[in-house]
């Protein structure tokens, strides 16, 4: 069996078969090339192949968003209140751990766009960068270096550089709370078929 290789109106290449013939790609429906099997090469072969396996990803990529992969809307009074439990201090590990997917949609493990796309390894990237962050701020060294090794642990004295920088910086609310937004969002950028699927001039 050969291949027989077309070019749909929207000018992408579209794979049929034939006992008996071979028509190259591209080609327009007036000006076919007939080819013998035996003519066909094994590198025109691979880039029939090679084609159809673009048309297939463009067809995927240019779908629309839809509103099944929509994250759903943050609640403003939930944000508020978890900054000032953050501003506080006054909540465990485990306390901060669940409440981050509350306020920030897109983490949450069913209804979130990680969830949907099925990147649940880089939606928990996601809250270890926002949870670290958190306790680096409210200086908690115990609770950040819980999860960490003994011979990989990070050593007081460098905690004690990174608190120098904190101080520093004097971070209010409002930056923090953009910060953690960056990080909810930014594993994001690395689906090149999500940013593919929003409209050209969102992108």
Not at 57 to 84: C, G, I, K, R, Y
Not at 126 to 152: H, W
Not at 162 to 177: G, M, N, P, S, Y
Request: glycine content about 4%; hydrophobic content about 40%.
């Amino acid at each position: 069996v050969t291949m027989c290789t077309l070019m749909n109106p929207s000018g992408f290449a579209r794979s049929a078969c034939t006992p008996s013939l071979f028509i190259s790609a591209p080609c327009s429906p007036s000006a076919l090339q007939m080819r013998s099997p035996s003519r066909v090469t094994s590198l025109e072969l691979l880039s029939l192949n090679a084609a159809r396996e673009v048309f297939a990803s463009m067809q995927q990529a240019t779908q629309p968003l839809t509103s099944e992969l929509e994250s759903p809307d943050a609640d403003v009074n939930d944000t508020h209140t978890f900054l000032q439990q953050l501003r506080d201090d006054d909540r465990t590990m485990g306390e901060i751990t669940s409440f981050i997917p509350q306020v920030f949609k897109e983490l949450d493990d069913n209804s979130g766009l990680y969830a949907k796309l099925l990147q649940l390894d880089e939606r928990n990237r996601a809250v270890c960068s926002m949870i670290s962050i958190v306790l680096l701020v409210k200086g908690r060294y115990n609770d950040f270096t819980a999860p960490q090794k003994n011979e990989r642990q990070l050593s007081p004295e460098k905690w004690d550089e990174w608190q120098a920088f904190a101080r520093w910086i004097d971070v209010t609310d409002e930056q923090l709370h953009a910060a953690l937004v960056f990080l909810a969002i930014r594993g994001l950028g690395k689906f090149k078929s999500l940013g593919k699927s929003l409209p050209a001039d969102s992108r």
